[in-house]
């Protein structure tokens, strides 16, 4: 029985790593391996993904603890973004503590844009100097693993799909509102792709399209400013409810209440949400960005959009707001593909 560290955000952090860790805990690998967390989460946001003192003084606090931690652990698997450079320095420097403390090292990259941020020699020579330490490094989407691939080997890199237990969501033939529901689920940042939403929930208002608009987001890794800037920019368009982060079982009923799940990113690897979404019976409008075309295939289980239109977006979600038939019938579509392929 190998002794696992789990490194990365955890509870009361409620996004992708958070919870794939917690599944992970969870899960029958628990019982073959004595699994264990490092929780990095803090309550305070401090800008995340920049060279700051305040990221300093953490990164060498956090790097204090994973030094006592993973000297009683055979493996460490840090779970991370590998974008921008700071956050891949981070990454890289608290590998080679967990290195040096005697464990072998697993990074797990959880980012979308890598392909993006490697496209520059130099940065592929950073990728490739600072994950030296990890014995191999996992992503989350087919895209990442191609280009991570080109610097490290393909040896090292390693595709594992994220997934979702559709046993923990139920799909509702017809949820219980007059309005067609359209729900947003992530952090209050731009490239989520939010304002685009709501630009897009603007014009279906203009079309005499009715729906109201449900989001589900908290404070992004960037700053409360990033989530001030988001809001006041959704305040110029059509109203929306905004719910802040909620935990999984909310979520699970979120899912349930909702007619479509609408994520227009500008950059993903494959969102969890989405995933989640489509176990729970929603036909899923996203963008056509990172590994979302292999979960939501296109005219199916539900549409996909070039990211930053918010007219093309109007566009594709107007007939879902409009047929309930067709919206129950990709979204059986998109249960169905969740349990065959994730």
């Not at 100097?129 to 490094?137: C, D, F, K, T, Y």
């Not at 802040?244 to 969890?272: I, K, N």
């Amino acid at each position: 029985m190998s002794r696992v560290l789990l490194v990365g955000k955890g509870p009361p952090d409620r996004g992708g790593i958070s919870a794939f860790m917690q599944t992970l805990l969870a899960s029958e690998l628990a019982t073959e391996h004595q699994l264990s967390l490092l929780n990095l989460y803090r309550d305070e946001v401090l800008g995340g993904g920049r060279f700051t003192r305040a990221n300093l003084s953490r990164t060498l606090a956090d790097a204090a603890r994973l030094w006592r931690a993973a000297r009683q652990a055979d493996i460490v698997h840090i779970n991370t973004a590998l974008v921008p450079l700071p956050t891949v320095l981070r990454a890289g420097f608290l590998a080679l503590v967990a290195r040096i403390a005697g464990a072998r090292v697993i990074v797990h990259a959880h980012s979308g844009r890598i392909d993006l941020w490697l496209r520059t020699p130099l940065r592929r020579l950073l990728v490739r100097l600072a994950l030296a330490p990890a014995s191999r490094v996992l992503t989350v989407s087919e895209t990442s693993r191609k280009f991570l691939a080109r610097s490290l080997g393909s040896a090292r890199v390693i595709l594992v799909d994220n997934g979702v237990d559709p046993a923990a969501y139920t799909p509702v033939a017809a949820p219980g509102h007059e309005l067609p529901t359209i729900l947003f689920a992530g952090v209050l940042s731009p490239r989520k792709g939010l304002i685009d939403l709501i630009q897009a929930s603007t014009e279906l208002q203009r079309r005499g399209v009715a729906h109201q608009l449900v989001v589900a987001g908290g404070a992004p890794e960037e700053g409360p400013q990033a989530e001030a800037e988001t809001r006041e920019a959704a305040s110029h368009g059509a109203p929306a409810r905004f719910i802040g982060t909620q935990p999984h079982e909310e979520m699970a009923r979120l899912y349930r209440g909702a007619d479509v799940f609408c994520l227009p990113s500008w950059w993903e690897a494959m969102p969890l949400t989405v995933l989640e979404a489509m176990a729970s019976g929603l036909p899923v409008v996203a963008s056509t960005v990172g590994d979302i075309p292999r979960a939501v295939e296109e005219g199916v289980t539900g549409r996909l959009v070039a990211p930053q239109q918010p007219q093309a977006l109007a566009d594709a979600l107007d007939p879902l707001l409009r047929d309930p038939q067709l919206r129950t019938s990709m979204g059986r579509a998109a249960r169905e593909r969740v349990e065959r392929l994730f």
